[in-house]
T-cell receptor, first 110, second 114 residues
Framework: EDQVTQSPEALRLQEGESSSLNCSYT??????LFWYRQDPGKGPEFLFT???AGEEKEKERLKATLTKKESFLHITAPKPEDSATYLC???????????FGPGTRLSVLP | GAVVSQHPSRVICKSGTSVKIECRSL??????MFWYRQFPKQSLMLMAT?????????EQGVEKDKFLINHASLTLSTLTVTSAHPEDSSFYIC??????????FGPGTRLTVL
């Protein structure tokens, strides 16, 4: 059974304090790993798709990396507007469902 | 591109009534649409997966007679909560995928049953 865990559950950073969020997964053949950002009361916003180990993608202060067992979302010099819940999801080759992790609630303090 | 809308964004209804929520992919044809439910400070809980023109596939524990899903076209799926009760109050989110890679989410519908 495909599974996704995320750590930490919650993270508080000072503005400018870089850190990383972890997404660990087990899947029977990875078709894709996805990162989303969700603000309270809104639907998730797509950030990145990673397909194979070693792949990296960047967008502004965010950088996502992928290994065979986990993915990291690195946040460089975060700003208060980066505060949100970050969700990780995997889609395996066998089955049509996506499996979401529980998310990491990030708070960036000014 | 890849915009998904939901309507209504917020609905309040009396216990026993039915509520319909629409999910539309505005600028692409969605091969598959998903319906999720989310409780406060919790992650997304997949309720069902629907493909255009076929019956939805419900997750274990989700009552298909309670949550009716119709996927009428490649751009529209509807979720009807029948005979709603207070315990059905939640945040319902749909998503759509065009080539089974990324899912694109709607803004969500906040349902409150009095």
């Amino acid at each position: 059974e495909d599974q996704v865990t995320q750590s930490p559950e919650a993270l508080r950073l000072q503005e400018g304090e870089s850190s990383s969020l972890n997404c660990s997964y087990t899947v029977s053949g990875l078709r894709g790993l996805f990162w989303y950002r969700q603000d309270p009361g809104k639907g998730p916003e797509f950030l990145f798709t990673l397909y194979s180990a070693g792949e990296e993608k960047e967008k502004e202060r965010l950088k996502a990396t992928l290994t065979k067992k986990e993915s990291f979302l690195h946040i460089t010099a975060p700003k208060p507007e980066d505060s949100a819940t970050y969700l990780c999801a995997v889609h395996g080759n066998y089955g049509q469902n996506f499996v979401f992790g529980p998310g990491t609630r990030l708070s960036v303090l000014p | 591109g890849a915009v998904v809308s939901q309507h209504p964004s917020r609905v309040i209804c009396k216990s026993g009534t039915s509520v319909k929520i629409e999910c539309r992919s505005l600028d692409f044809q969605a091969t598959t649409m998903f319906w999720y439910r989310q409780f406060p400070k919790q992650s997304l809980m997949l309720m069902a997966t629907s493909n255009e023109g076929s019956k939805a596939t419900y997750e274990q524990g989700v009552e298909k007679d309670k949550f009716l899903i119709n996927h009428a076209s490649l751009t529209l799926s509807t979720l009807t909560v029948t005979s709603a009760h207070p315990e059905d109050s939640s945040f319902y989110i749909c998503s759509a995928t065009r080539d089974f890679d990324e899912q694109f989410f709607g803004p969500g519908t906040r349902l409150t049953v009095l």
